[in-house]
């Protein structure tokens, strides 16, 4: 499986100097980080970008591990046959046309894959984008733009999808959001032969990937999935797509997936110890949560420090949405905080500081709120409710400290506007404490976590 | 209760040239907005902000409609006695330490209620942070922020809110979002006399409302509240906090407000027309796109354009999760779409026009399916799917024009990065296409849209 990420020379089967179609970008987007040799393949050109240019993958001079493949689908048999002779590894198809068009384009794909098993060469895709590495910057996608040359860092989240936007336009804008970097993005298309459960089985040895996240319309090899997930103890976040019948039927002709019955699914994926979710933004949301968060010790309840009475209200109601119970707290913790709280106010989780703020100052308050309910014993997780226009993150240090030490995970609520909004959010993420925007989902995701540190692998 | 909204003269009692006190804070905002008459009173001040400064009421020489009142909860009887004497009609009361914090604020509340009584005083709090106005800029708050004057625009969503930070710090954050406007943001606190009731009342038949959004953490007067939510034809939005009875006992502490069983409200809300919400994200969702939504005709099913297969299929899910069918469209959408199809592909819904983009370009695709879609009659809502990175709005004005007089409503799920994102969203929102960053909550707002307009008004 190495040789995908880590190829001894790529080929690039329709490579073109045409910025406006996927065979430019493809070449350019490799160029971009790729350090070993590029070969371009295109009889119709010499030389693109500054690369000599063959005419076919036969007059390459050299032997090489990978080739991308993007011109129409009916060349693969003979690009497969050709690639033999060169000792390819493996093949990276991205154009579309194969089993997910009908019944010629399904014929197209199985006889591609019998060719392949000839000459002992992986297929990856078709009708998909490929994969990018955050750590080796390798990028081999025809993904029109090249953002990631300044959004991409490395990071411990990987992900394998069915569906190029997620690698593709839709990760830009969440490379841009911030607070979560990833190793290895998989964009696998119609998965004829390289699939979710060979990947994840990677990604769980993969030093660089600390939790996985997958967009599936189908499982393959369900079996061996739910094995590999009940035995690895990297999160796992699971959105399948064709949960409905008329959602299913799409995933057909997307990428000829038999989406399957989802209530099956849906159980053996939680008996499995999977995470399921079933909104794009709430996979990421769950992503860059669970890259931040080391452990969570669960013997106790959440308590919920807020400046606004509603705010502590209706996070109480989703901790019981979620039945998380909400920390009874301590004697000892209630003394503390009854020190920095005006006389007529009784302390109580959720922990309103507002009033107490605005006598003693934020500082203050918050690092005896924050030291008192984390050392009670009676916690074992704690919301924070920040607002970005009147807070230094500066005073939340020791806060992130006791976090991971104690294993008790923390996550914020965050509001506040302009570019201080986005420093703030940015240095709280930096700090390992995930941000979100929905109350409703910090919660879910604070369930989520609970969940997963309580130990996964009962058998169904 | 116009005289709360429109005041012939206003005094702000404990009015103070300290920009760390709240007293500051309301009288700085009152001047920001304002026209009529200013009287801050306190007596350690000869004048405030260039304005001479009372000792006391009684000093004030004219009358005056309105007081905003920020000393210690203890000193109210006095005031409402002192007010009585200058003819005051409402008092608006941003001090805390009433019911909220036990049986000696509950006692001074009742004695002032009582007072009020006497004197044909009403009073609109305590333990609030009063009120702001869209359309006159009149904002009667502390809040310690004067964005406003530059965020806030005339707008038709109006907002009852038993919350400070809603009509405070989030609504900041919110109007910065943009694609809504307010008409009245409303903060009541503990509501010992104005209530949520009277003021939808008063809001039902404003001309520059459409739309109100509350935040309850009680409804006091509920068999009222429930007929004139039946009884308009305006979307009314709730959020109840204190559904759950952890958080039912901090309401109690917060504004000293019984939250009452929460499924007997929930199921009253619901006979009612209510439309109810859970997050405060999700009320402001739903509020920004009530406020660009002219009806629905409901005689059909959805129509997904996608430029992505994965973001069609999860969003036909998300469908089939709220009960919308899908629509299944007519022999001449198909033949229509089929047009700017590759051969190889078959229309379907939802409309995956990626491969049809990149053979015909954006404009042309958007504008045959869009049209064909539109002016099926099995189609009664559309849910489009747009890239920032390439696209021009000015492509989708017809769509906007279309959605308003055919009566289908139009949302739009956008992903893309930096400053074109913004621009694009704020594009189509500017055109009434109400953009959603999660395909989720676009679909339980359509769900909520096609239930408003379904007719309410059945009895229980």
């Known amino acids: 499986m190495d040789f995908f990420f880590n190829p001894n020379g790529i080929a690039v089967i329709g490579a073109t100097d045409n910025p406006f179609k ?9 160029l971009g980080g790729y350090k070993g040799r590029v070969y371009p393949v295109n009889p119709k050109y010499d030389s693109i970008l500054g690369l000599p240019c063959y005419p076919d993958i036969s007059s390459i001079p050299d032997d090489f591990d990978l080739a991308v493949y993007f011109i129409p689908a009916s060349s693969l048999p003979a690009a497969i046959e050709q690639c033999g002779a060169k000792n390819v590894k493996g093949i990276i198809i991205e154009s579309a046309g194969f089993a997910e068009v009908g019944n010629e384009g399904a014929e197209l794909q199985v006889e591609s ?10 297929l990856w895709g078709p009708n998909c984008m490929g994969l990018l590495d955050g750590h080796t910057r390798n990028v081999f996608s025809f993904m029109y733009t090249d953002e990631w040359k300044t959004l991409m860092t490395p990071g411990n989240a990987s992900f394998v999808v069915q ?11 969440m490379l841009e959001r911030g607070g979560m970097n990833i190793s290895k993005m998989c964009s696998i298309g119609n998965k004829c032969d390289v699939n979710e459960t060979e990947l994840v089985d990677y990604l769980a040895s993969d030093p660089h990937t600390d939790v996985i996240g997958l967009y599936l319309e189908s499982i393959v090899e369900p079996r061996r999935f739910m094995e590999i997930s009940r035995s690895t103890e990297k999160p796992i976040v699971v959105l399948k797509g064709g949960r409905s019948p008329s959602g299913a039927k799409a995933a057909m002709s997307h990428t000829a997936s038999l989406a399957g019955n989802d209530t099956i699914t849906n159980n053996a994926l939680k008996q499995a110890g999977v995470i399921t979710v079933h909104d794009f933004i709430e996979m990421m949301d769950f992503m860059r949560g669970f890259s931040m968060t080391k452990g969570s010790r669960n013997s106790g309840g959440t308590a919920i420090v ?15 949405d979620s039945n998380l119970p909400l920390a009874r707290l301590s004697g000892e913790t209630l003394s503390a905080i009854k020190k920095v709280f005006p006389p007529w106010m009784e302390p109580a989780n959720p922990v309103d ?29 704690l919301i924070i409710h920040l607002f970005s226009g009147r807070m230094d993150t500066e005073m939340l240090k020791p806060l992130a400290e006791m976090k991971d030490r104690l294993e008790k995970p923390v996550i914020a609520w965050l509001i506040g506007t302009g570019d201080r909004f986005r420093i703030i959010r940015k240095e709280l993420e930096e700090m390992g ?3 979100f925007e929905e109350m409703g989902r910090g919660v879910s995701f604070l369930a989520a976590v609970k969940k997963h540190y309580q130990g996964k692998g009962q058998l169904p």
């Open 22 to 30: 996927g065979g430019y970008h493809i070449l350019n987007n490799i």
């Open 433 to 435: 404490i995930p941000v």
């Open 113 to 122: 894959i019998r060719l392949a098993r000839k000459h002992h060469i992986r």
């Open 353 to 381: 500081v507002w009033p107490a703020v605005e006598r003693n100052g934020i500082e203050t308050v918050y690092n005896s709120v924050v030291d008192a309910l984390m050392h009670d014993d009676h916690v074992d997780s």
């Open 163 to 173: 569906s190029g936007m997620l690698s593709a336009s839709f990760l830009m804008m």
């Open 306 to 320: 807020s400046f606004s009475g509603g705010g502590g209200i209706v996070t109480t109601d989703f901790l019981h």
